[in-house]
């Protein structure tokens, strides 16, 4: 017989579970419930223009859609990485263990990635990458709730080698911040620059985020290469443009690199950017009414031109809102959800595409050089490339 006792501490228990979020997702979520989605992104630092691009096509992307996840209204919640591994893991937990976001948007830098990786595959919260390239995510621990909608590291690079040997420049200097990003952008440039029968003199590298790069430019006069390739990206890529120039090398060594480069700095560079040569998954110049609509909406509303991190946050919302129709809002239909996201086609501004096996793009690579503040289209240095994904195993 059920006491009266035990029905009241029953219901009391419930009323605790209900104040502190603690329901059964069921309950707690209930469908009408406004879906809860996390940002985790730089808005401080060397990457702060990047957090801001990424939101802003996020935000646009949805707010096209009329503004709703599979008929939820949606409630944000905001968290500054500011490009700090070490606090990777305890701002991830502020998003998913306080706020309790059914869905985890974020980040920029590979380092702190490594620390919302962790959380995500500790907890199955849905993450989705809108920048950071670091090969694990999508290699050797993959996971089913983990989606990049951006690049691997590699990816950009693996087009470079063979561009730049096309030009007849046989001996290179390789120069960038020493953390995941550099390094494994590095495994794409030497592959397909050896590959195409180049040599690398020498590997520069400076720690993140600094910008102290006069020693390594006078270094890189010294040694006299062919050309130079290299991988920053943000305020630290606009400082690198213009003292390649102040140094005197700008028209003696061409300057190529992973197209990071030359993404939202074109107005901070000025002339020392222009003729630089890189290779990216978007370029401005993208001849197609699909991108030129893109540029028109996103200048419309944010009073900026877009760029590359523009359009990976625009991809994500475009991912997010597909599977979120495809499960009318119910974020807990996991098998569905992965589905309906894995067998996405984005229509993005880059050109359609699609996720791998391991759940990285497929897709172009474009050269791309720099005139008159625009990153024009030139070629397409390869086509539908997809990262290997070595070792990784959806479980
Ligand atoms: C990264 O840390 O993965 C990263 C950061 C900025 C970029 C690209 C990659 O532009």
């Known amino acids: 017989m059920t006491s009266r006792r035990l029905v009241l501490s029953r219901s009391a228990a419930l009323i605790g579970a209900a104040s502190t979020g603690l329901l059964l997702p069921g309950l707690a979520r209930a469908q009408g419930a406004k879906l809860r989605v996390g940002l985790m992104l730089p808005y401080t630092g060397t990457f702060a223009q990047l957090g801001v691009a990424i939101e802003n096509g996020f935000r646009l992307a949805i707010d096209e859609q009329g503004g709703k996840l599979g008929g939820r209204e949606i409630e944000y919640f905001k968290v500054d990485d500011e490009s700090d591994p070490s606090k990777g893991i305890e701002n991830a937990n502020k998003l998913v263990q306080r706020d309790k976001v059914d869905v985890l948007v974020g980040t920029v830098h590979s380092g702190v990635q490594m620390g919302i990786h962790k959380v995500a595959r500790d907890t199955g919260v849905l993450s989705l990458i809108p920048n950071a390239g670091v090969h694990v995510a999508t290699r ?70 600094n910008v102290e790069f006069q020693a390594l430019l006078t270094e890189i006069a010294a040694l006299k290469p062919d050309a130079v390739a290299c991988f920053f990206a943000g305020g630290g890529a606009a400082k690198f443009i213009r003292d390649y120039a102040a140094a005197g090398l700008k028209g003696k060594i061409p300057l190529y690199g992973s197209g990071f480069l030359t993404e939202g700095v074109l107005e901070a560079a000025g002339a020392a950017a222009d003729g630089v040569i890189t290779t990216l998954h978007y370029g401005d110049g993208i001849d197609t009414p699909r991108n030129k609509a893109f540029r028109l909406a996103y200048a419309k509303t944010f009073k900026l031109q877009p760029d590359v991190y523009a359009v990976q946050g625009y991809d994500t919302g475009l991912l997010l809102v597909q599977g979120s129709n495809a499960v009318k809002g119910d974020l807990n239909n996991k098998t569905a959800l992965y589905k309906a996201m894995e067998s996405a086609t984005i229509d993005s501004p880059r050109g359609k595409w699609k996720m791998s096996k391991a759940h990285n793009p497929i897709q172009d690579i474009y050269l791309r050089v720099v005139e008159n503040k625009e990153n024009k289209v030139i070629g397409v240095a390869a086509k539908a490339l997809e990262d290997s994904g070595a070792g990784c195993k959806m479980t």
Not at 149 to 161: D, E, I, K, V
């Open 140 to 209: 050797a621990q993959c996971a089913p709730n983990v989606f990049r909608t951006s690049f691997s590291n590699s990816q950009p690079t693996r087009a470079l080698g063979a561009a730049m040997i096309a030009k007849g420049h046989k001996k290179a200097v390789w120069i960038t911040w020493k953390y995941a990003a550099g390094d494994e952008a590095f495994e794409g440039f030497k592959e397909s620059y050896t590959a195409a029968g180049g040599s690398i003199i020498k590997e520069l590298g400076l720690p993140f985020p």
